[in-house]
């Protein structure tokens, strides 16, 4: 599932979006623009539409979940 993240950089009026494969992916994106002090403006997805972070994070941990496990 493919995800979309949209955020405003500091001082700067426009919205900017980025996109990942993953909900894990997504979640490490979303980490990375907020310890940069950029605001996270919306999270979407073609299958879910907009959601929080908390619906993000509770996707990356069902999908964690999904993954087959390494020996």
Known sequence: MSYTIGFQA???????????????QAVAIIVALRQSAEEIKFIRSPQE????????????????EEMPQRA
């Open 49 to 64: 539409g907009d959601m929080g972070i908390e619906m993000l994070l509770l996707l990356a941990k069902e999908e964690a």
């Open 10 to 24: 500091k001082d700067q009026k426009a919205i900017l979006a980025t996109e990942a494969a993953t909900a894990n």
